[in-house]
């Protein structure tokens, strides 16, 4: 009877659990048992693991193997367990170096060739790694760029079976993952391009400065969507913790790239409940609301979204989190992220009501799947128009010089608390920083007349910090109130 050992991780959410794999030798049939709360990608590895180690040309064990996966309590998925299971069972039948076994945790989906492959969720395995003290990692090559982001663990990459049981067994070494954090690949389209809307570019650049969320109403063709794809080239780069948690969220979800810039994500109008709040059955993914962690959620033809679905974005724009209970365990995934929503003015389409072909009841109801809730959320209602459009964009500024004042704008913000204002306690602005006695006034006056609720108020604080920020002013005055409420409005 023999034991062999060796370590990996369980993944809930985006964070990850150190799981020990248990290899037992000993008398019985030949096969190979797997016990532990496996789901199907577990427990169809086994005759992928026997393949890939024979096809490695290492030696199987010709009688009973039964590996134990602990906690046994704890759900397992996926086929990152496939290297270390099969290194335990390799393990048992050998003398392999022992430390390097017990201070290393081993992620990777074999092939049937004993070739390595790349897995989702390898960034949450190394940060578990290194917080339980391991000192070692090693991944699949295809992973390797996730590992630029996590320091103080040496990680290696094994391109095969037959590499990693040679460097467990002192017989080779393997390469570190190396190399500088990548550029940021995505190209954003600059504001350069975009031909008019002064006004709607002014609401896009406060919304960027403050990060409050904004709804953009206009006829087809007048730039909605373009100003929401150029929004993340005038937010600050990422930082560094920033950059973890938005590459965590994408390692899970599959999308192994580190994010340096902010992400932007634009699923379509017909999205799901499930894929845009995360969910999905067996092991919850993250939705459409954490990919755009620390970035931009855009959702275009907001209109034809139903509202039960729209519904569900109230609680993660509060919270900055989104939690799904499945089989008594709940997985938190984050979601601080900025709303764009953008819809037409009413089904035809048409900008100016004199020339519209729905009847006043069509058009009053057009958005009537935004809830007040919901609308209560959004800080900035910006108007796009087709009327006195321009052929020529060379007068626009760049997105460059409108992300230099987004930056000294945040910068203030940050050295004032820590953080955007959209972000700010609410309640820590009315009692310690409120605008000036006049535009609180207006402010008051206007809850007094039930023409903004408390929470209405609150957002219109944050969108005057933020103008003051812009304007490099010491604190909000009533003209920064009353253009947050102009903002707020859509006027």
């Given at each position: 009877m023999a034991l062999g050992r060796s370590h990996t991780v369980a993944l809930e959410g985006v964070t990850a659990r150190i799981v020990t794999v248990e290899a037992n030798i000993g008398p019985g049939l030949p096969g190979i048992h797997l016990v532990g709360l496996g789901d199907t990608a577990v427990t169809e590895s086994r005759d992928r693991i026997r393949t890939a180690v024979a096809n490695s040309r290492l030696s199987w064990p010709k009688t009973k193997i039964v590996v134990s996966m602990s906690p046994a309590s704890l759900r397992k998925s996926g086929s990152h367990f496939d290297l270390p299971t099969a290194l335990a069972v390799l393990a048992a039948g050998a003398t392999p170096h022992r430390n390097r076994l017990e201070q290393t945790v081993f992620v990777g989906e074999l092939g049937l060739d004993g070739t390595v492959r790349p897995v989702p969720g390898v960034l949450p395995a190394l940060l578990a790694a290194r917080t339980h003290g391991f000192s070692h990692a090693v991944i699949p090559p295809g992973n390797a760029e996730e590992a630029t982001l996590v320091e103080g663990l040496n990680v290696h990459t094994a391109e095969t079976l037959v590499q990693a049981w040679h460097w467990t067994t002192a017989e080779g070494e393997l390469p570190v993952a190396r190399g500088s954090v990548p550029e940021p690949r995505r190209r954003i389209p600059d504001f350069a391009d975009l031909a008019g809307q002064p006004q709607a570019r002014l609401a896009a650049e406060v919304a960027a400065a403050g990060g409050h969320h904004m709804l953009?109403?206009?006829?087809?063709?007048?730039?909605?969507?373009?100003?929401?794809?150029?929004?993340?080239?005038?937010?600050?780069?990422?930082?560094?913790?920033?950059?973890?948690?938005?590459?965590?969220?994408?390692?899970?979800?599959?999308?192994?790239?580190?994010?340096?810039?902010?992400?932007?994500?634009?699923?379509?109008?017909?999205i799901s409940r499930a894929a845009l709040l995360g969910g999905g059955s067996g092991t919850p993914r993250p939705g459409a609301v954490s990919l755009a962690h620390h970035g931009v959620l855009f959702l275009d033809e907001v209109s034809e979204v139903p509202a039960a679905?729209?519904?569900?974005?109230?609680?993660?724009?509060?919270?900055?989190?989104?939690?799904?209970?499945?089989?008594?365990?709940?997985?938190?995934?984050?979601?601080?992220?900025?709303?764009?929503?953008?819809?037409?003015?009413?089904?035809?389409?048409?900008?100016?009501?004199?020339?519209?072909?729905?009847?006043?009841?069509?058009?009053?109801?057009?958005?009537?799947?935004?809830?007040?809730?919901?609308?209560?959320?959004?800080?900035?209602?910006?108007?796009?128009?087709?009327?006195?459009?321009?052929?020529?964009?060379?007068?626009?500024?760049?997105?460059?010089?409108?992300?230099?004042?987004?930056?000294?704008?945040?910068?203030?913000?940050?050295?004032?608390?820590?953080?955007?204002?959209?972000?700010?306690?609410?309640?820590?602005?009315?009692?310690?920083?409120?605008?000036?006695?006049?535009?609180?006034?207006?402010?008051?006056?206007?809850l007094a007349e039930g023409e903004l609720t408390q929470r209405g108020v609150d957002r219109c604080l944050k969108l005057a910090w933020t103008l003051t920020d812009l304007e490099g002013a010491a604190s909000p005055d009533l003209g920064h109130v009353a253009r947050a409420l102009d903002l707020r409005e859509g006027a």
């Open positions: 953009l109403i206009g006829p087809p063709g007048s730039g909605k969507s373009m100003i929401a794809a150029r929004l993340p080239g005038i937010l600050p780069p990422l930082s560094p913790t920033q950059s973890l948690e938005a590459t965590a969220v994408h390692s899970i979800a599959g999308r192994g790239q580190v994010m340096m810039q902010a992400p932007f994500i634009d699923p379509h109008h017909s679905i729209l519904d569900g974005l109230r609680t993660p724009l509060e919270d900055g989190q989104v939690r799904l209970i499945r089989s008594r365990r709940e997985v938190v995934f984050p979601a601080r992220f900025q709303l764009i929503l953008a819809t037409n003015p009413c089904r035809c389409a048409a900008e100016d009501p004199a020339r519209c072909r729905c009847t006043s009841r069509q058009r009053s109801s057009y958005l009537d799947n935004l809830s007040g809730p919901l609308r209560d959320r959004l800080d900035i209602v910006a108007a796009t128009s087709a009327t006195g459009a321009v052929l020529d964009a060379g007068d626009a500024e760049p997105s460059s010089t409108i992300a230099g004042r987004v930056h000294l704008a945040r910068e203030r913000a940050q050295h004032r608390w820590g953080m955007a204002n959209a972000m700010m306690d609410p309640h820590e602005l009315r009692r310690h920083h409120p605008a000036d006695e006049a535009g609180m006034a207006m402010l008051g006056a206007l």
